[in-house]
């Protein structure tokens, strides 16, 4: 897995990122995160486009367990594998105290499990939040 | 004349001493996605520039004098006779900052474009100034169209 960020870079630009690049089951997958003041940005392809593009965010609940709201915004609606996979980050993103939204997009020739979470393991380990 | 071609390419890589423009470029090989990130500072506002690109698609960010997302727009040709269309994607107003941006884009070098947006409204100078400085960037990444072909 190769990585790289402009955390090091002598002006700082102010959205700090990260993209690399793994295989997952046979498919190269292109990941880059990005940390806006405001968001979190992950997107993740296979096949050369942003694809299907989500929005998660927490909701202010009364209650002291978290809730949380995901949608698809573009693209696919019918694959639940999706919103799965914006909805354990977002739940990661908020275990961390962030109470920023995500968006994200999935372009992936494989929308099995497997994937899933092989695509939120390694998001995790270079994650920006 | 290859040393004068060699300075200017390290030129435009260095930081500008006037300040005026600071390209702030991040480059993947090896396939991989490529960002590319630059400030340009105008007399009054500064504007920030993130653009990944991906093999067919490009995703742009603008940012006026902040580092928040924006309004998000998503344009590409669409059937029939391959006209631009473009939907807001997240902000949900009738607000045109972006949007056009994003169509010229799409007009320009044929690809699908995602452009998230935090321009404020009723600032046409600054749009047209941001959209002109994200054009440049993208001719220099090679994403026009040729307009001519040059037979040998």
Redesign the interface.
């Known amino acids: 897995m190769?990585s790289?960020?402009?955390n090091s870079?002598?002006?700082q630009?102010?959205?700090s990122?990260k993209?690399?690049?793994l295989n997952i089951k046979g498919n190269?997958t292109?990941i880059?995160i990005?940390k806006?003041?405001?968001?979190f940005?992950v997107?993740a392809?296979q096949?050369?486009?942003?694809g299907t593009?989500l929005?998660a965010r927490k909701e202010e609940s009364v209650s002291t367990d978290p809730t949380f709201h995901v949608a698809v915004?573009?693209g696919k609606r019918d694959e639940p594998f999706l919103v799965a996979c914006a909805r354990q980050l977002i739940e990661h993103i908020s275990s961390y105290g962030s109470t920023r939204p995500l968006?994200l997009s999935l372009?992936l020739k494989d929308h099995s499990p497997g994937s899933m979470k092989e695509i939120i393991y390694a998001v995790i380990e270079n994650r920006l939040w | 004349m290859a040393s004068e071609e060699l300075e200017e390419n390290l030129s435009e890589l260095q930081?500008g001493e006037n300040g005026e423009k600071?390209p702030?470029e991040?480059?993947?090989s090896?396939?991989?996605?490529?960002?590319s990130?630059?400030?340009e500072d105008l007399q009054d506002v500064t504007l920030?520039f993130?653009i990944?690109n991906?093999?067919?698609?490009i995703?742009a960010?603008i940012?006026c004098n902040?580092?928040?997302?924006g309004h998000?727009y998503?344009a590409a040709t669409t059937r029939p006779n391959n006209n631009v269309s473009v939907?807001s994607?997240?902000g949900g107003t009738s607000d045109n900052t972006g949007s056009s941006i994003a169509r010229r884009i799409v007009l320009k070098t044929g690809l699908?474009v995602?452009v998230a947006c935090n321009i404020p409204k009723d600032s046409p100078m600054l749009e047209a100034t941001a959209e002109r400085k994200l054009v440049e960037r993208l001719a220099s990444l090679g994403y026009f169209r040729p307009k001519e072909k040059h037979s040998n």
């Open positions: 190769e790289s960020s402009n870079l002598p002006t630009f102010p959205v990122h993209s690399f690049s190269k292109d880059v990005c806006y003041d405001d968001c940005m997107m392809t096949i050369g486009c942003m593009i929005h915004i573009f968006v372009g | 930081i600071k702030v991040n480059d993947v090896d396939g991989a996605v490529k960002v990130c630059f400030t920030h993130q990944v991906f093999s067919k698609q995703y960010w940012g902040s580092a928040k997302l998000l998503a939907t994607l997240l699908n995602v």
